[in-house]
């Protein structure tokens, strides 16, 4: 079949005997209110295992005792691959840069003046990082997704809440409290001296999270998946209230792009993620700056914390032999 | 922590130099017009040399195992071959499914609305305003052509389907050019080659259209001075006539002051149309390209590529009629240089920017990297220059000299090894590199400096060797340790062994690989052949660009990843003689 000559006598095998790779795993941890998601990869970045369970609630926070149970627990099963060299957690707060404390829910009943870090490397035989999940999110983007080849990327994710991760060369940026990207504490829309103390989460978050796009249409019941569907059947309603959320959140999104001109903004969440509901946001943002500007929706879907986790974890390895 | 762990293949290299897999891989293909990628799965993405994306394709029929060599995939059934004398393929036993015509030429063009897809009998014609694809089921296969104008692929299509799968196969023995060697050497030299022989683009008309730096590298379409560079290496003796054109493209991005773009643009019209609205309007573009034809302007190695081109040419062919024909553009260059000699040691100092090869690094003063270029690039102009002008060759000359009397002043390390950049009243980048192996290349030290600095590179950057970085054996790393100041480094170079901060660089390791054959050292297996392994190791079906755990790879099919076949075939005796 070949037209390349099948005669090959072999002067000798050029490499001897087949290459050997270092050992080793990283854990990536996204902990979400209702979920925990947990990965494991080795040290080419190789997904090995994903596990998944409810988040555990309740006094004593049983949540820390799950995540090292999971984490454990893929790393016995992946033990032929080396020993857990570290282990990333995601969670849904700001975290103190210099202090590692974090706010989370009271329902985790985590004790507040303790870095979840230390509580975790309690019962794991590696190190533990604890990240903001956008961040994480944004650090996935940096390294597995649409801006892989970007100096620079804000990651902003639109769903249930909005928040912001943003990764410059290569470095996540935290700001000084780890506050950088509370993006929904942006002072936007009238009066907001009189209604940021009135707001429910904030005053662009009320504008733009999944409550606000459910008052935008009908009696305000109708989940946000189903609104997006019916805009996209041809209902009129559903598509001027999915169309006043874009331009609402243009807003937002022209505020990063004047303060921190990344090279690419990625959108990501169950809002941001929508193809349409980009598309709507780029319109808007022509009439707002006097330049283009890229905006992608997220191609790492729901897994992209815990995929940022196991990169960040990857990073830090990197670095520490580095140093 | 290093522990033995083989990794299995996902690409088997065969006795013949072919690849097998048992799952569908993409294949990035390339002729003289036609580009594009295919998955056996049944979609192929086709391209358009200076015009941009065309159109997809999918389709039905195939099952593996599959076969792959230099722009075909051969499967029980059906197969895919692409024709070199016209910008069309036949996919062997494929049932067309769709056609969609793209909606921009490249990500930076501008969305167009899609024209309906015109079905004429068998025939189905997808039109954008850069391009043309035209599809045909024939009862043995689809014809996929594509073309600037309906007219282009329309006569494309005159072409049998024999007449194809002649050209195809007929290209796949070009690249087999070494077909006694292992099934893993020869497999690697038949794609590495094929990187440099496809880089080699047409235009419409059927003139040269330029070397394009890699398949992903073609919108918009254009010819990078140091890409060209290492990639003409293999086709210096293969088609002369090719690089005297390329000097002629090269030759347009000169300026009056001996500055020079990155790159080249050679669009087609259409394409040149969109690309010249987004250079003046995007907002890091229009900084970054400040002339219509430039390609990222003013980088600081591109003009010593121009010369060196120039010189490798002459000695290559006996032609010295480019030299004669840009002289002064030469001279523009020498100038230019010398006066950035601030210490008057013959050394251009480079200025605090990211503009050479490592473009995600802000390297500055004497730079390893350029310092060799630069005295390659004199010795050019003083063994060439001097039937034109025997004052600019002699000054050449002097430069030189006083150049290598002072490299190891400014840059020799305690180690034996050269700094990667910096000047020592300010702050000095000392870890070992393979960029600054062009000091050996162009023979800025001597040869005693130059085994010593072969062996620290033997035990420092290839990965076997160096246990203190964490993935084991992967490769040859291009910089050990990484950057130690991070304010140098942005983008992919940000992250430690990412891009140029230690990944694997196949144009470095096979330059690495030629400096070990050329100073008589043993075991350029190494670096020949540890990148090519990790290719069939991940299902990377073609020559990568770069790559490094756990950070990924760049593009396939990169025009200067031929430096390793290059370099093997160069010096194919020793080779044997180190193999037998």
Same mark, same amino acid.
């Given at each position: 079949?070949?037209?390349?000559?099948?005669?090959?006598?072999?002067?000798?095998?050029?490499?001897?005997?087949?290459?050997?790779?270092?050992?080793?795993?990283?854990?990536?941890?996204?902990?979400?209110?209702?979920?925990?998601?947990?990965?494991?990869?080795?040290?080419?970045?190789?997904?090995?295992?994903?596990?998944?369970?409810?988040?555990?609630?309740?006094?004593?926070?049983?949540?820390?005792?799950?995540?090292?149970?999971?984490?454990?627990?893929?790393?016995?099963?992946?033990?032929?691959?080396?020993? !857990?060299?570290?282990?990333?957690?995601?969670?849904?707060?700001?975290?103190?840069?210099?202090?590692?404390?974090?706010?989370?829910?009271?329902?985790?009943?985590?004790?507040?003046?303790?870095?979840?870090?230390?509580?975790?490397?309690?019962?794991?035989?590696?190190?533990?990082?604890?990240?903001?999940?956008?961040?994480?999110?944004?650090?996935?983007?940096?390294?597995?997704?649409?801006?892989?080849?970007?100096? +620079?990327?804000?990651?902003?994710?639109?769903?249930?809440?909005?928040?912001?991760?943003?990764?410059?060369?290569?470095?996540?940026?935290?700001?000084?409290?780890?506050?950088?990207?509370? !993006?929904?504490?942006?002072?936007?829309?009238?009066?907001?001296?009189?209604?940021?103390?009135?707001?429910?989460?904030? !005053?662009?978050?009320?504008?733009?999270?999944?409550?606000?796009?459910?008052?935008?249409?009908?009696?305000?019941?109708?989940?946000?998946?189903?609104?997006?569907?019916?805009?996209?059947?041809?209902?009129?309603?559903?598509?001027?209230?999915?169309?006043?959320?874009?331009? +609402?959140?243009?807003?937002?999104?022209?505020?990063?792009?004047?303060?921190?001109?990344?090279?690419?903004?990625? !959108?990501?969440?169950?809002?941001?993620?929508?193809?349409?509901?980009?598309?709507?946001?780029?319109?808007?943002?022509?009439?707002?700056?006097?330049?283009?500007?890229?905006?992608?929706?997220?191609?790492?879907?729901?897994?992209?914390?815990?995929?940022?986790?196991?990169?960040?974890?990857?990073?830090?390895? +990197?670095?520490?032999?580095?140093? | 922590?290093?522990?033995?762990?083989?990794?299995?293949?996902?690409?088997?290299?065969?006795?013949?130099?072919?690849?097998?897999?048992?799952?569908?891989?993409?294949?990035?293909?390339?002729?003289?017009?036609?580009?594009?990628?295919?998955?056996?799965?049944?979609?192929?993405?086709?391209?358009?040399?200076?015009?941009?994306?065309?159109?997809?394709?999918?389709?039905?029929?195939?099952?593996?195992?599959?076969?792959?060599?230099?722009?075909?995939?051969?499967?029980?059934?059906?197969?895919?071959?692409?024709?070199?004398?016209?910008?069309?393929?036949?996919?062997?036993?494929?049932?067309?499914?769709?056609?969609?015509?793209?909606?921009?030429?490249?990500?930076?063009?501008?969305?167009?609305?899609?024209?309906?897809?015109?079905?004429?009998?068998?025939?189905?014609?997808?039109?954008?305003?850069?391009?043309?694809?035209?599809?045909?089921?024939?009862?043995?296969?689809?014809?996929?052509?594509?073309?600037?104008?309906?007219?282009?692929?329309?006569?494309? =299509?005159?072409?049998?389907?024999?007449?194809?799968?002649?050209?195809?196969?007929?290209?796949?023995?070009?690249?087999?050019?070494?077909?006694?060697?292992?099934?893993?050497?020869?497999?690697?030299?038949?794609?590495?080659?094929?990187?440099?022989?496809?880089?080699?683009?047409?235009?419409?008309?059927?003139?040269?259209?330029?070397?394009?730096?890699?398949?992903?590298?073609?919108?918009?379409?254009?010819?990078?001075?140091?890409?060209?560079?290492?990639?003409?290496?293999?086709?210096?003796?293969?088609?002369?006539?090719?690089?005297?054109?390329?000097?002629? =493209?090269?030759?347009?991005?000169?300026?009056?002051?001996?500055?020079?773009?990155?790159?080249?643009?050679?669009?087609?019209?259409?394409?040149?149309?969109?690309?010249?609205?987004?250079?003046?309007?995007?907002?890091?573009?229009?900084?970054?390209?400040?002339?219509?034809?430039?390609?990222?302007?003013?980088?600081?190695?591109?003009?010593?590529?121009?010369?060196?081109?120039?010189?490798?040419?002459?000695?290559?062919?006996?032609?010295?009629?480019?030299?004669?024909?840009?002289?002064?553009?030469?001279?523009?260059?020498?100038?230019?240089?010398?006066?950035?000699?601030?210490?008057?040691?013959?050394?251009?100092?480079?200025?605090?920017?990211?503009?050479?090869?490592?473009?995600?690094?802000?390297?500055?003063?004497?730079?390893?990297?350029?310092?060799?270029?630069?005295?390659?690039?004199?010795?050019?102009?003083?063994?060439?220059?001097?039937?034109?002008?025997?004052?600019?060759?002699?000054?050449?000359?002097?430069?030189?000299?006083?150049?290598?009397?002072?490299?190891?002043?400014?840059?020799?390390?305690?180690?034996?090894?050269?700094?990667?950049?910096?000047?020592?009243?300010?702050?000095?980048?000392?870890?070992?590199?393979?960029?600054?192996?062009?000091?050996?290349?162009?023979?800025?030290?001597?040869?005693?400096?130059?085994?010593?600095?072969?062996?620290?590179?033997?035990?420092?950057?290839?990965?076997?060797?160096?246990?203190?970085?964490?993935?084991?054996?992967?490769?040859?790393?291009?910089?050990?340790?990484?950057?130690?100041?991070?304010?140098?480094?942005?983008?992919?170079?940000?992250?430690?062994?990412?891009?140029?901060?230690?990944?694997?660089?196949?144009?470095?390791?096979?330059?690495?690989?030629?400096?070990?054959?050329?100073?008589?050292?043993?075991?350029?297996?190494?670096?020949?052949?540890?990148?090519?392994?990790?290719?069939?190791?991940?299902?990377?079906?073609?020559?990568?660009?770069?790559?490094?755990?756990?950070?990924?790879?760049?593009?396939?099919?990169?025009?200067?990843?031929?430096?390793?076949?290059?370099?093997?075939?160069?010096?194919?005796?020793?080779?044997?003689?180190?193999?037998?």
């Amino acid at each position: 079949m070949s037209n390349i000559s099948t005669i090959a006598p072999d002067l000798r095998p050029a490499v001897g005997n087949r290459r050997t790779k270092a050992l080793g795993l990283v854990a990536g941890v996204d902990l979400g209110g209702t979920k925990v998601l947990a990965g494991l990869s080795d040290l080419d970045g190789d997904l090995l295992a994903t596990m998944e369970e409810p988040t555990a609630h309740g006094e004593g926070a049983p949540v820390l005792e799950q995540i090292v149970r999971m984490i454990l627990t893929l790393a016995e099963r992946h033990r032929d691959r080396g020993p !857990l060299l570290k282990a990333v957690v995601g969670v849904p707060s700001a975290v103190s840069p210099s202090t590692g404390l974090a706010s989370l829910s009271p329902n985790l009943a985590i004790p507040a003046e303790q870095p979840l870090a230390r509580l975790l490397e309690a019962g794991l035989p590696c190190g533990v990082v604890v990240e903001n999940d956008v961040n994480l999110a944004a650090f996935a983007e940096a390294t597995l997704g649409k801006a892989r080849d970007c100096a +620079s990327v804000a990651f902003i994710a639109f769903g249930t809440g909005v928040g912001m991760g943003l990764v410059i060369d290569g470095r996540l940026f935290r700001g000084h409290h780890g506050r950088a990207g509370e !993006l929904g504490l942006l002072p936007l829309g009238t009066n907001p001296h009189d209604a940021a103390p009135k707001a429910r989460a904030g !005053l662009f978050e009320d504008q733009v999270d999944s409550p606000a796009v459910r008052a935008l249409y009908r009696d305000g019941t109708v989940p946000v998946s189903e609104i997006f569907l019916r805009a996209g059947s041809g209902d009129g309603e559903a598509a001027a209230a999915i169309a006043t959320l874009a331009k +609402s959140a243009s807003v937002g999104l022209a505020s990063i792009q004047a303060v921190f001109d990344p090279a690419l903004m990625v !959108l990501g969440g169950g809002i941001g993620s929508r193809p349409e509901f980009v598309e709507l946001v780029s319109q808007h943002m022509s009439s707002l700056l006097p330049f283009a500007v890229q905006i992608e929706p997220t191609s790492l879907g729901p897994e992209a914390g815990m995929r940022g986790a196991l990169m960040l974890g990857l990073h830090e390895l +990197s670095s520490q032999t580095a140093a | 922590m290093t522990k033995p762990r083989p990794k299995p293949r996902v690409l088997s290299p065969l006795a013949d130099g072919q690849l097998v897999s048992e799952k569908p891989v993409l294949l990035p293909f390339m002729a003289p017009r036609l580009q594009g990628d295919c998955w056996p799965d049944g979609k192929i993405e086709i391209s358009v040399w200076g015009c941009g994306k065309i159109a997809n394709l999918t389709f039905s029929g195939w099952r593996g195992p599959f076969t792959y060599a230099p722009n075909r995939i051969e499967t029980s059934g059906g197969g895919l071959y692409v024709a070199q004398s016209a910008p069309v393929l036949f996919l062997k036993g494929a049932k067309l499914r769709t056609l969609v015509p793209s909606r921009r030429c490249a990500w930076w063009g501008s969305t167009m609305k899609r024209e309906p897809v015109e079905r004429l009998g068998e025939r189905r014609i997808a039109r954008t305003g850069w391009g043309v694809a035209i599809a045909e089921q024939r009862p043995a296969g689809i014809f996929l052509s594509a073309g600037a104008s309906i007219e282009e692929a329309t006569r494309a =299509l005159d072409l049998a389907q024999e007449d194809v799968i002649a050209e195809a196969n007929a290209y796949v023995a070009r690249c087999d050019e070494m077909p006694e060697a292992s099934p893993l050497m020869r497999s690697m030299v038949s794609q590495s080659l094929h990187a440099a022989l496809s880089s080699i683009r047409q235009d419409e008309h059927g003139d040269f259209g330029g070397l394009a730096a890699g398949q992903a590298y073609s919108a918009p379409a254009r010819t990078y001075y140091r890409d060209g560079y290492w990639t003409l290496q293999a086709l210096l003796a293969r088609t002369p006539d090719a690089i005297r054109s390329q000097i002629e =493209l090269l030759a347009r991005g000169i300026q009056p002051d001996g500055e020079a773009p990155s790159g080249v643009i050679l669009t087609g019209p259409a394409q040149a149309e969109e690309w010249e609205k987004v250079r003046r309007s995007h907002p890091q573009i229009k900084e970054e390209h400040l002339r219509p034809g430039d390609w990222w302007s003013d980088h600081f190695d591109s003009p010593l590529f121009f010369i060196l081109t120039i010189g490798d040419y002459i000695r290559s062919t006996g032609d010295n009629s480019p030299l004669s024909a840009h002289w002064g553009k030469v001279v523009a260059i020498l100038d230019r240089y010398c006066a950035l000699d601030t210490a008057g040691n013959g050394l251009p100092v480079k200025p605090a920017h990211d503009r050479d090869w490592a473009d995600n690094v802000y390297r500055h003063g004497y730079v390893s990297y350029d310092i060799g270029l630069w005295v390659g690039a004199l010795d050019v102009i003083a063994a060439y220059g001097g039937a034109i002008d025997e004052n600019i060759a002699a000054k050449a000359a002097a430069t030189a000299k006083k150049a290598r009397a002072s490299i190891d002043d400014v840059l020799l390390q305690a180690s034996g090894t050269y700094a990667d950049y910096g000047t020592k009243q300010d702050f000095v980048e000392d870890h070992l590199t393979l960029d600054s192996l062009t000091l050996l290349r162009y023979r800025a030290v001597s040869a005693e400096s130059a085994t010593r600095v072969l062996a620290k590179v033997a035990s420092t950057l290839e990965s076997r060797s160096n246990s203190d970085q964490p993935y084991g054996d992967w490769g040859v790393m291009c910089a050990f340790p990484p950057f130690k100041r991070p304010k140098d480094t942005r983008s992919k170079s940000a992250f430690a062994y990412r891009y140029h901060n230690g990944s694997d660089w196949p144009y470095l390791s096979g330059l690495y690989a030629e400096q070990r054959l050329v100073h008589g050292l043993e075991d350029a297996e190494y670096p020949l052949l540890r990148w090519w392994e990790t290719c069939l190791e991940e299902g990377w079906m073609g020559a990568v660009e770069y790559f490094s755990p756990p950070w990924g790879r760049g593009s396939l099919l990169q025009g200067w990843s031929s430096m390793p076949a290059m370099a093997a075939l160069a010096h194919k005796d020793k080779l044997c003689l180190a193999m037998s």
